[in-house]
Each structure stands twice: as structure tokens, then as C-alpha cells.
């Protein structure tokens, strides 16, 4: 059942990038609705697998905007991700003995560079 639902906040993530992007480009009504569409089928078994959902989500109207899809999304995957460890992009700057942050390193690349002075 934890396999399960992984699988549809995976699903969920994709709805919301999908739905920025059709916020964003404002070029295609079907995508908007599948979104849509996709969001409350994913919602209606996350509501089987996890009872205590149903009074705080609720289906999306078919008339829903991109902007809200992609909010409601988000909101719904916030509820299951605050008890799972993050593994996203963020890390921690280790710390020296002294507690200060290492300081910033200027990378510098050594590329020859032809220039004509004429």
C-alpha cells in the first residue's frame, strides 16, 4: 500500500508540473482537462488508501483553471510528503569545526581566448 501511494504522489508531481505548463503556455484546453481529470482520479483512491483525506480535499470541477490544478496538486502532495524524509535537490553546507560555512569558491577556467586588437 506504501508502493502505492509513492506511485500516485509521483503521479501528482507530473500533474502539477503538467498544469504549470498549461498555465504557462495557454495553448491546449484538453490538456487542462485531462489534468483535471487525472487529479480527481488520483485523489478519489489516495481518499481509499488514506481515509482521514476527505474532509480536507475535494474534487476539482472540470471547469478548474490551470493555476488551481496545479495549487491543489501541490497542497495535496504536501499533506503526504510531510512525513516522508526529503531527497530533493536541497543539501546541507557541512559545517568546519570552527561552525563557519566554507566561503565561496570563484571557479576560474583557464580557456585561451584569442583577441585582435586592430
Known sequence: MENETQKLLNVLRRIARAAGYAAWVKDEPEAIKFCVAQYN???ARLMELE?????????LSESASPQVVRIA???LLAYFEADTPDFGWAFEVPRYRTGCHPRRV?????????????
Open 51 to 59: 481515509p482521514s483525506i476527505k474532509p480536507l480535499f475535494t474534487p
Open 106 to 118: 570563484r571557479v576560474r577556467c583557464d580557456v585561451p581566448m584569442s583577441v585582435r586588437c586592430d
Open 41 to 43: 482520479r488520483v485523489l
Open 73 to 75: 496538486a501541490k497542497e
